[in-house]
């Protein structure tokens, strides 16, 4: 998985993440490490593994190391994070070696990560980083959870397997 230690590595990819770590250190809810990048990855690998729909490994991990990092973007500039977060991704991964049509199918994940359409979607790394993405929290065990603005129906007070 050179690529993925590639894009972790990325000079831009360093640079946002570490605006985010710093423009998140004090929020209570759920921030945007790198524990939440490489759950949503490992949930997306399962899902994988148990559809049998053979998505490469590395452009699962692609899709989750990158689809918050437009956060920093939406925070400072009020851009979506899915949009901002897709543009990022194209110029990283064409840095780390991946193909057209890898960066391609990233991107429409990206993009659709926030929308429950996506859990519909005849992409599955779409549909597997927006199911991620939302059972990567662990609501039932944060002390913030009182206090957090997801809707009670999005939250996950209970372990899912």
Request: one cysteine or more.
């Amino acid at each position: 998985m050179e690529r993925i230690q590639k894009i972790q590595r990325h000079p831009l990819f360093q640079e946002l993440f570490e605006k985010l770590q710093q423009l998140e250190k004090d929020r209570p809810f759920c921030r945007h490490t790198m524990e939440h990048f490489l759950d949503v990855a490992r949930l997306m690998y399962i899902y994988d593994l148990e559809d049998g729909a053979s998505i490469p490994k590395e452009v699962i991990y692609a899709a989750a190391l990158l689809h918050d990092l437009g956060r920093y973007e939406q925070l400072t500039r009020g851009t979506p994070h899915d949009i901002a977060g897709s543009e990022t991704a194209e110029l990283i991964m064409k840095d780390c070696e991946f193909q057209t049509e890898e960066i391609e199918a990233v991107k429409k994940a990206i993009l659709g990560h926030r929308d429950a359409a996506s859990l519909s979607s005849d992409l599955p790394l779409t549909a597997y980083l927006y199911r991620a993405d939302k059972k990567s929290r662990n609501c039932f065990a944060c002390p913030s959870e009182p206090e957090c603005n997801w809707p009670e129906e999005k939250k996950n007070l209970w372990i899912e397997y």
